[in-house]
Structure formats: C-alpha cells, structure tokens
C-alpha cells in the first residue's frame, strides 16, 4: 500500500514536471531560461528569433501560450471602442474616457517606437497585472519615428489612398541622396545631417502634449500602416503553393512590432515605393528621409555580435534589397544588399534557417542569393550539401520543381570561376602544355556533368510536369503588350513566333530560371563534341523572351522581380541591335511604369553575368 501511494506521488510529480516543462517554449527549454509563457517570448524577442518561439502540445487551457500580437490588436480593438463612444456620449464619463484613451493611445505608441529597455518595461507590466499597469506610462519622447509623419494627412479617411502633403519640408525634385553599399563597407553617414535629424524631431516632440500624442497616432499611424500593407501586396501578394511561396515578406510584416528595426525599415521602403507608385515625390523623398536612420540602426546591428545573427537584421537586409529594385539609388545598390544578405545567411549557419522568417527569407529569395554568386563569378557555400538538405530537414516547407533546380544552378558559380582562372592562366602563358591539358579536361568534364544534369532535370520534372507542360499561344496584335519577333537563324527572316502559357506561375518562373542557367552555363562551353550550339543559345535566350507576357500579365504584385534576372541574362545572350532587344526595351518600360520598379528601367546591368562586367572587374 506505501509503495503504490509513493508510486501515485511519483506519477503525480511526473505529470506536474511535464506539464511545467511545456509552458516553456522549445527555445527556451533548449537555453534552460525562463519563460513567460508569451508567444513570442520575451527572451526569442530579445535575442531576435520571435518567429522561432515554438510550444509543444499541452494538456489544458491554462497553459496556453498567450499571444503578443493578440495583446497589441486587443490595444487597438480598444482605443477604436473607447473612441466610438465618445463621439456617442456628451454626458460625464467622457472625461474618464478620455483619460483610458490617452492612456491606451500612450501605450500602443511607447510599444511602437519607444527604446527596447522602455518597450520591455512596458510589456512586462502588461504581462504581470490584470488591473492596469503598476506605474505610470513613459511619455511617448521625441527620439523616433515622427519626422516624416507630419507630412500626411488624411482629409478622407473612407479612401486611404488618398494622401496628401500638408507641409513640404523637402525639396519637389528627384531625391538626391545615395546610399553605396552601406552594409558592406560600414560608411558612416555625415554628422550634420544627424544633427539636422535629431533637431527635427527635437521641435517636433516640444509642440506635443498628450493630446497631439493621440493625435500623431489616429492621423499619421494608419497612413503609415496603409503604405505597409500596400508594399506587402506587392513584395509578398498572397499565392497559391502552385504560384510559388512568396509570403516572406508578409510574415516579416508580421513580427515588425517586435523589432524597432523591422519596423522602421518597413516604414521607410513602403513610404518611398507608396510615394513612387503614385508618383508623388513629396511622399517617395519622405521614405528617402528615414532611410538613412536605418541604414545606421542595421549598422549598429552587424557590429554587434549577438544581433547580427538576429532575424530582424536578415529581415531589414532582404527589404533595403526590396527598395533598391524600387528606387534604384545606385548602381550597386542591388548588388550590395545581395551580398550583405548572403554574407548574413553564411554566416548564420543552415540550421538557422530551417523554420520561421528566415525559412522563408532563404527558400523564397533562394533565386536571388545564387543569381549574385552567378554575377560574382565566384563559387558559393549554398553548393555545399548541407545547404541543400538542413534548411528543409524541419519539414517547414518542402521541395518544388524550382528547389531542385536550383540544386543543380548553385554549381554553375563554381565552374565560371575555374573558366575565368584556367582562361587568366593561358594569357599568362606560365602553364606547359601537360598541365593546360590537364585543367582544360577537368573544366570540360564538369561541364558535361552538370549539363547531363540539367537534361536529367528537365525530362524528370517539366516533360512530367502533373500540370501540364508549356503550351505554344498565338500573339495577338489587339494587346497593350508588345509584340515578341525573331530571327530565322539560317535564312536571316525576322517571324512572329508563338509565345508560352504556362499552367501556373511556378512553372513559368523554373523554366525562365532553367534558360538562364543553361546559357550562362553554355558560355564557358568550349567543347569540340556535344556542346550547346549558338542556335540552342538563341533558342534559351527566346524562351526566356516568349515567357515574358504570360507571366508579367499573370503574376500578381511585384513578382515580375523574379523573372529580373533571366530577363537580364537574356538580354546579354540576344544579337545587338535585333528585333529581340527592341522587344526587350519596350518590356523594361512597361514593367517600370506599371510597377514602379526603377531597376527594370535602368536595364539592370548590375545582374550582368560577362566576364568583362565592370560590376565584376574592379
């Protein structure tokens, strides 16, 4: 009898230490910390992992992880009601009233903007009191966030598209400010104009009482959050799994209010692509103002070795490339972020980016991480194996069409190295005829391999495609689009050939990428047997062209910036001064007015994959 009650107990202590451990999440169990029980924690907050904050199964209700983002929206709910209810009653509760929602409008603000050490404090209170918080509210303080605010004002709040300066404050041109490879070369940015900045939201937070505090919020923070979510319908448009995963940009929408950082980022790229979009250089230039405040807070997090692994630095990294492709304020703009985000993710390691943001941010853009190792010329750690399994071992997502491809594309830098060093070494004349011998063999061995590959490739997954393969469609003059011609390469007759339909956007997007690789990969072919043919390399380079219509008048959003780089490659591999390039021409412009993208009208020779591209001879 005393052992099967010592055995009841011990069941009982056992069952109590189970349900203990999961009210912790798995990365705080992992880090033996404590947690608060929030979803995301205040530890995964603090060291910039909110969307890896995971809880297993638990047994009842009360340990139920709370939401962070249900507390914030509970604070709008709130606000929204108290205020309906004052414009309802004149009687005496309106004061009380105004008091709770200047209270709760200080709150929500302090969360948004105020330092870590005040958010903290503030959302610790929040977790640890039911009856209110246990001091008084941090005034919300002059140190960021207001300096482009008072630009807007929404004279109609049933349209909030319409937008208009009620102060101009910038100049009406062009904005004139560059921004060259910040991230990379760690240039500081001139101490005037911080000085000019930190002036301007010095007058702008002495004007303020506790009233402009409600104000500054109900006028100009739903301005801002309708550029948000308008930059998230274009750089993250919600798609079907058929139309390839594009919702990275959206989830880091989503955690913005954990991260000071993410957040003004998110602001100052969808001001600036809003005030693009309709072209309102008072608005765009705005965007261009905080811009340089967070090229300095993302400064500050590469320098620290903890934050610099954060997802809120990959995060901020992937949207100053979003709003390069925007405004294009340099030529290495693109570049530059390309490579700082990929320097991130290296050094990030492959089991960082198996769940969460970061899955999404590798998997999704994993296009554009090898296209700058392709442009680079240069071999690249996303070939190694681990690269190429550990990201997916979670199951977070799983492998396409596309994915596997690109398997194959993250070997294609590797060789274009050995090309460009093997070619180096024959104009120096240093190597004997044995050891030319020798190298030439083992580059044109790797080039037969891996072209094995792409066929392989293409028989397993585009010939056998469930949805249906590429379809040939007629083009029709009564069209907005121009019209696609090529040249008979035997005869010199310039025809209207068909276009491609494709079953969805996922296909249209591999088989543009598999044109690409394949002519980049034919470049440096120089065997005498079995090599691509210049008529093959035509026929990549129209593939690309006759992909062109269906997916630009398919593809929702800003999607049209994955097919930036095929598009790119393509133009290097048509004849000068053709019908194709002309054809090329007028698409770059169509898609720069329609979408307000500044790289596709520059041409993007900064995607250029030459030998001789100045991008890659300095």
């Known amino acids: 009898m005393v052992g099967d009650t010592r055995q009841v107990a011990n069941d009982s202590r056992v069952r109590k230490a189970s349900n203990r451990q999961s009210r912790s999440c798995k990365v705080c169990r992992l880090r033996k910390v404590k947690c608060d029980r929030v979803k995301p924690c205040h530890a995964c907050c603090a060291h910039g992992y909110p969307s890896k904050c995971v809880y297993e199964s638990v047994p009842d209700e009360d340990a139920r992880p709370i939401s962070q983002a249900e507390e914030i929206r509970n604070l709008r709910d709130e606000i929204k009601d108290l205020r309906t209810r004052i414009n309802d009653r004149q009687d005496g509760s309106q004061t009380q009233h105004l008091q709770r929602l200047d209270q709760l409008a200080s709150l929500f603000e302090s969360i948004r903007s105020a330092p870590l050490s005040v958010v903290d404090d503030l959302v610790r209170d929040i977790r640890t009191t039911q009856g209110g918080l246990k001091k008084d509210l941090t005034p919300v303080g002059p140190w960021e966030g207001l300096e482009a605010y008072e630009q807007y004002d929404y004279l109609r709040q049933s349209s909030p598209v319409s937008v208009i300066p009620i102060r101009n404050t910038i100049s009406n041109g062009s904005p004139e400010q560059n921004f060259n490879d910040p991230i990379i070369l760690g240039d500081d940015e001139d101490d005037d104009d911080d000085e000019e900045e930190e002036e301007e939201r010095m007058s702008i937070g002495s004007g303020s009482d506790s009233s402009g505090t409600v104000s500054i919020m109900s006028v100009q923070r739903p301005a801002v959050d309708v550029f948000v979510e308008r930059f998230v319908d274009a750089f993250s448009p919600q798609v079907d799994l058929k139309s390839g995963k594009a919702g990275a940009i959206r989830a880091a929408a989503g955690i913005r209010m954990f991260s000071p950082l993410i957040s003004d980022a998110f602001e100052a790229v969808s001001v600036a692509f809003f005030g693009r979009s309709v072209q309102n250089k008072q608005i765009e230039a705005s965007g261009f103002r905080l811009y340089p405040r967070v090229l300095r807070g993302l400064q500050d997090a590469l320098n620290d070795p903890e934050r610099c692994k954060a997802e809120s630095t990959l995060v901020t990294v992937t949207l100053l490339l979003a709003f390069e492709s925007v405004e294009r304020t340099t030529q290495r703009g693109v570049p530059a972020h390309v490579r700082g985000a990929v320097r991130l993710i290296e050094h990030r390691g492959p089991e960082n980016h198996m769940y969460g943001v970061e899955h999404l941010l590798f998997t999704e853009l994993r296009p554009y991480w090898i296209a700058g190792a392709l442009a680079a010329r240069q071999p690249s750690f996303l070939a190694r194996e681990e690269w190429k399994t550990i990201p997916w071992s979670a199951g ?18 590797g060789l274009l190295a050995q090309s460009d060093i093997f070619q180096e070494e024959q104009r120096s004349s240093l190597m004997g005829a044995q050891e030319i011998a020798v190298k030439q063999a083992a580059l044109w061995n790797g080039i037969t391999n891996l072209t094995a590959r792409f066929e392989e490739w293409y028989n397993e997954w585009v010939i056998n495609y469930p949805d249906g393969a590429p379809q040939d469609v007629e083009q029709s003059a009564d069209q907005e689009f121009p019209i696609f011609k090529q040249r008979d390469l035997r005869t010199g007759a310039i025809f209207v050939p068909t276009i491609l339909s494709y079953p969805n956007l996922l296909l249209a997007q591999t088989m543009a990428l598999y044109y690409s690789f394949r002519l980049i990969l034919s470049s440096i072919d120089t065997r005498p047997e079995d090599r691509v043919t210049p008529i093959q390399q035509y026929g ?37 001064n053709g019908p194709e390039r002309g054809f090329m021409l007028k698409v770059l412009q169509l898609v720069e007015r329609r979408h307000a993208l500044g790289l596709w009208g520059s041409g993007m020779a900064e995607l250029s994959v030459r030998e001789n591209s100045p991008l890659n001879t300095e």
Do not use: S
């Open 540 to 576: 990549f380079g129209c593939g690309i062209c006759r992909t062109l219509q269906w997916y630009i008048q398919t593809a929702p959003g800003n999607m049209i910036n994955r097919l930036a780089f095929p598009t790119r490659v393509a133009w290097e591999a048509l004849p000068d």
């Open 396 to 413: 977070t997502t799983n492998k396409d069409i596309n994915h596997h491809l690109l398997d194959l594309a993250v070997e294609v830098p």
